[in-house]
């Protein structure tokens, strides 16, 4: 088989990668071995504006929530599915210092936060302190895209449902070969395996384990996200909650705990006025950098290579944006924003080829 890209992985990176390197008709083949604990695959598909306790707004967030916007319907209306959905969050204050700092924040940033209590919560939720609005907040849902996606990549013939390995990828000077494809270009969009990849292991990656709870809950309005201490978001099926998530930097194994779970249940218990139900326990391991920015482009060694990756908690927002940059590198040559250039890191990857 002989194409232009061999994509790996069909996380929400890969999954925009395809799709723009579909637009620009290029041929290309997935490989993508669907981990169930890949972070694509349990995902809140929060679009938030501001990150933080402090309420900052988020790097590029103006750019990134209209592209965004845009990109999520489009596919929304090429898959017939409902890809985005707009969610502002209610942020219930956890304690009198974090109100004082959101209204604090909302002068300096107006265009995302407010402080409008004109509807009460108070027959769902437990709260003495108030509340605040983010807005505009979108919520990506990321169960109904990754299945489509990939009925559409399996249907054009553009998926091998496999583990991909290393060991079998050869490089010459214009092209790859992995087993019996042909490409001109490999692209990483691989999560936290990337980490472990010969060509980009040296990348500052700062894996991140994050856990999250499902919930059955009825009878509270899905059209919110709700917010204290921990992020209580609807999820596209019917009274299907997600409420999360932890982030640790430091830790043993990725499976879920008991501490994580205790926690979150003894918080809805003060919390919520309603009954639940849990029905999944889940961890995942996000795939963050020491920056905070993503790795996009090819290696300054290997140009054949490229990379998507380094999501870190904003995969939704970041994913789309910079797949389409990419695929404009690719296809035409136009710049990457340099603090996203993986060639930001062109030391330490030539480093890598001298040892
Ligand atoms: C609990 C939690 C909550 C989160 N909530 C949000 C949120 O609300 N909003 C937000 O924007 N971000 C959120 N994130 C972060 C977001 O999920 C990630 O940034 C994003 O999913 C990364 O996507 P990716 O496609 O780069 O990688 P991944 O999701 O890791 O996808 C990689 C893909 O590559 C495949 N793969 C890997 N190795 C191989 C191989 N050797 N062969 C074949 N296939 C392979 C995997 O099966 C997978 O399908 C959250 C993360 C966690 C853990």
């Given at each position: 088989m002989q194409v232009d890209y061999i994509i790996i992985g069909q996380g929400i990176s890969g999954t925009w990668l395809s799709y723009y390197l579909q637009k620009e008709n290029k041929s290309y083949i997935v490989i993508d071995n669907k981990l169930p604990d890949a972070p694509s695959r349990l995902s809140a598909g929060i679009i938030n504006p501001i990150t933080g306790r402090r309420h900052v707004a988020a790097w590029m967030i103006e750019e990134l929530l209209s592209f965004s916007l845009n990109a999520y319907n489009e596919m929304g209306n090429l898959?017939?599915?409902?890809?985005?959905?707009?969610?502002?969050?209610?942020?219930?204050?956890p304690s009198a210092q974090m109100r004082d700092s959101f209204q604090k924040r909302v002068a300096e940033q107006a265009n995302y936060l407010s402080l409008e209590e004109t509807i009460s919560y108070s027959d769902y939720f437990n709260y003495e302190l108030g509340y605040g609005i983010v807005t505009p907040t979108y919520t990506a849902h990321l169960e109904n895209i990754l299945p489509e996606w990939r009925k559409y990549l399996h249907q054009n013939k553009k998926l091998i449902e496999e583990y991909f390995d290393l060991q079998f990828l050869e490089l010459t000077d214009n092209y790859v070969q992995?087993?019996?494809?042909?490409?001109?270009?490999?692209?990483?969009?691989?999560?936290?395996?990337?980490?472990?990849?010969?060509?980009f292991n040296?990348?500052?990656?700062?894996?991140?384990?994050?856990?999250?709870?499902?919930?059955?809950?009825?009878?509270?309005?899905?059209?919110?996200?709700?917010?204290k201490g921990m992020i209580l978001v609807p999820l596209a099926?019917?009274?299907?909650?997600?409420?999360?998530?932890?982030?640790?930097?430091?830790?043993?194994?990725?499976?879920?705990?008991?501490?994580?779970?205790?926690k979150t249940e003894m918080l809805l218990k003060q919390w919520l006025k309603v009954p639940y139900q849990i029905?999944?326990?889940?961890?995942?391991?996000?795939?963050?950098?020491?920056?905070?920015?993503?790795?996009?482009?090819?290696?300054?060694?290997?140009?054949?290579?490229?990379?998507?990756?380094?999501?870190?908690?904003?995969?939704?927002s970041l994913a789309p944006y910079f797949a389409h940059q990419l695929v404009?590198?690719?296809?035409?040559?136009?710049?990457?924003?340099?603090?996203?250039?993986?060639?930001?890191?062109?030391?330490?990857?030539?480093?890598?080829?001298?040892?």
């Open positions: 898959l017939n599915i409902t890809a985005i959905s707009r969610k502002n969050i209610i942020d219930f204050f992995y087993k019996d494809i042909t490409a001109q270009k490999i692209i990483f969009c691989d999560g936290t395996a990337s980490a472990q990849n010969r060509f040296l990348l500052p990656f700062a894996p991140n384990k994050g856990e999250a709870l499902f919930l059955n809950i009825k009878n509270i309005p899905s059209n919110y996200i709700f917010k099926s019917p009274d299907s909650w997600w409420i999360g998530a932890s982030y640790e930097w430091d830790f043993k194994h990725t499976d879920p705990t008991n501490e994580f779970r205790e029905t999944n326990h889940i961890a995942s391991v996000r795939p963050a950098t020491l920056e905070r920015r993503p790795f996009v482009g090819l290696h300054p060694q290997y140009p054949q290579v490229g990379i998507l990756n380094g999501m870190g908690t904003k995969g939704c404009l590198h690719l296809c035409h040559n136009q710049p990457i924003t340099p603090e996203a250039n993986v060639r930001r890191f062109t030391n330490v990857l030539s480093r890598k080829t001298n040892n």
